[in-house]
């Protein structure tokens, strides 16, 4: 936006950060948080402390006081990061039409050195291969019409977390262990349910759907989910509902935990290419601005053959959708999700929602491009994340401006 964007938008802007920073510290530093987040609505090619000051100031010579002044708020002083979110939250899950999701996944900030906070030779997603990088997760709220960032937390890699010396030189809290990425976003859901956000379906990819714990640990809590998975899982096909099969009275050893059924768990991609193509569907399904995007799909009924409960003699997992997208152009099918959604669900819905990641997507495109939240350049634990939470109320102010009010829609204040 430019200041004349904002200008326009004063009374608003001026409201909406007010209900974030409140009882933030003292007033200084409240005028202080609320500069740093028009500065990061505000156009430029960079979005760090000095080149946001000079944006906010007409006259030169104050670019050095207003830096410091949100050095000190944004870097140094301490203020809670969780209250600010759960604000934006409650907000967003209120005013943000058609929200319907929460979206798990995380971001990659490539990195020289080896002084930041969390930065190491590791994989990150957002760069498509492992380079020196930090890693962050993030919660996000989504539906249709828009979607905001409500988290986002630091993934730590072990060397970090057990490096008693580095850790202390960029101020990470004593508390914070090394938890694995699912590990993190379960931590988040369960802060956001916290707050008092509503029980929406969890939307994530592969990188999480993968761990058997993580669709666990949502199960736990009674959310449904619609996870992508590799191929390489393996379930019992439609009709065959395993068992562990009981024990005589009397009989010796420990009890069979190893569920039974008519036939063996199949790997998914196995089981999804013997369908054949003919049994694919067309399903069409709205993807922002490129506008409908099609594919073929194919929904089925399964258990998940998983080792839950071992040595106890658990039943198996509960019967979950697996769906599965086989494109025209494909000789085999490409993508799998898992679905915890009820067995009246349609493929259409089931699709709209497997789709409806990709808004996290976007959320990461705008928070980068537009606001800035890879530019920060400090080390520290608490200005890391101080800057992704100012960041995320940027970007959520624009998520519901957009939202509630198209740009056809918006009247000229000329």
């Given at each position: 936006m430019n200041q004349r964007d904002l200008r326009k938008l004063d009374r608003e802007l001026t409201e909406f950060i007010g209900s974030m920073v409140e009882g933030m510290g003292r007033v200084e530093r409240r005028e202080a948080l609320g500069a740093y987040v028009t500065g990061l609505l505000l156009d430029g090619e960079r979005k760090s402390i000095e080149p946001i000051a000079a944006r906010l100031v007409d006259d030169p010579?104050?670019?050095q006081p207003m830096r410091q002044r949100l050095q000190q708020a944004v870097v140094i002083a301490e203020w809670p990061d969780?209250?600010?979110?759960?604000?934006?939250?409650?907000?967003?899950?209120?005013?943000?039409?058609?929200?319907?999701?929460?979206?798990?996944?995380?971001?990659?900030?490539?990195?020289?050195?080896?002084?930041?906070?969390?930065?190491?030779?590791?994989?990150?997603?957002?760069?498509?291969?492992?380079?020196?990088c930090q890693?962050?997760?993030?919660?996000?709220?989504?539906?249709?019409?828009?979607s905001g960032c409500i988290g986002m937390r630091l993934f730590l890699p072990a060397a970090w977390t057990e490096d008693r010396a580095?850790?202390?030189?960029?101020?990470?809290?004593?508390?914070?262990?090394?938890?694995?990425?699912?590990?993190?976003?379960?931590?988040?859901?369960?802060?956001?349910?916290?707050?008092?956000?509503?029980?929406?379906?969890?939307?994530?990819?592969?990188g999480y759907g993968d761990a058997t714990e993580f669709r666990a640990g949502l199960r736990t809590r009674g959310?449904?989910?619609?996870?992508?998975?590799?191929?390489?899982?393996?379930?019992?096909?439609?009709?065959?509902?395993?068992?562990?099969p009981?024990?005589?009275?009397?009989?010796?050893?420990?009890?069979?935990?190893?569920?039974?059924?008519d036939e063996g768990p199949v790997r998914i991609n196995a089981l999804a290419a013997n369908l054949g193509r003919e049994t694919f569907s067309v399903v069409r399904w709205r993807e922002g601005s490129r506008g409908k995007q099609t594919s073929r799909f194919a929904a089925l009924w399964v258990t998940?053959?998983?080792?839950?409960?071992?040595?106890?003699?658990?039943?198996?997992?509960?019967?979950?959708?697996?769906?599965?997208?086989?494109?025209?152009?494909?000789?085999?099918p490409t993508k799998f999700w898992l679905a915890s959604l009820p067995k009246s669900t349609s493929l259409?819905?089931?699709?709209?929602?497997?789709?409806?990641?990709?808004?996290?997507?976007?959320?990461?495109?705008?928070?980068?491009?537009?606001?800035?939240?890879?530019?920060?350049?400090?080390?520290?634990?608490?200005?890391?994340?101080?800057?992704?939470?100012?960041?995320?109320?940027a970007h959520g102010f624009l998520a519901l401006r957009r939202a509630l009010f198209p740009p056809e829609e918006e009247v000229d204040a000329r």
């Open positions: 010579a104050e670019i969780d209250e600010m979110l759960r604000r934006l939250a409650l907000k967003l899950d209120a005013e943000l039409p058609g929200i319907e999701a929460l979206v798990v996944d995380d971001t990659g900030f490539p990195k020289k050195g080896k002084h930041s906070v969390g930065v190491a030779r590791q994989y990150s997603g957002t760069l498509g291969r492992v380079d020196n890693v962050a997760t993030s919660l996000h709220l989504a539906g249709e019409a828009g580095r850790r202390e030189a960029v101020g990470v809290p004593s508390d914070v262990e090394f938890q694995k990425k699912w590990e993190i976003s379960l931590a988040q859901i369960d802060a956001a349910l916290r707050w008092g956000v509503r029980r929406h379906v969890v939307l994530a990819d592969a959310l449904r989910y619609v996870v992508g998975v590799q191929g390489d899982h393996r379930v019992w096909p439609p009709g065959v509902r395993p068992e562990v009981a024990m005589a009275p009397g009989t010796p050893g420990r009890p069979r935990t190893r569920p039974v059924g998940p053959a998983e080792n839950h409960g071992r040595g106890r003699g658990q039943p198996p997992p509960e019967a979950v959708w697996l769906l599965v997208e086989w494109p025209d152009e494909e000789k085999e259409v819905a089931l699709v709209r929602l497997a789709k409806l990641r990709w808004r996290v997507e976007r959320d990461y495109q705008e928070l980068k491009q537009e606001i800035g939240l890879d530019h920060y350049e400090g080390r520290t634990w608490r200005g890391f994340h101080h800057h992704a939470t100012l960041c995320a109320i």
